[in-house]
């Protein structure tokens, strides 16, 4: 599954990475790097708690990248 992510600097140096469509998953860490495997996992924890209480996925996300001559 693919979830978008935004992930920001904050004013003590930290990277605050957030999934805007499940609300409350946000993590943090000392690196971009850091900052993306923590919300990957926060994701994952996420999602089993949805399943387990029978609440329903928000479904995975498909994009794609285009090119515009100027």
Known sequence: ???RIVIE???DGMYI???PVLPGCISQG???KEAIEN???AISGY???LKKHNESIPP???E???EIAE
């Open 1 to 3: 599954m693919r979830y």
């Open 9 to 11: 600097q904050d004013e």
């Open 17 to 19: 990475a957030e999934c």
């Open 30 to 32: 000392k690196t971009r």
């Open 39 to 41: 919300i990957q996992d």
């Open 47 to 49: 999602i089993e708690s």
């Open 60 to 62: 995975s996300i498909f």
């Open 64 to 66: 794609e990248i285009v």
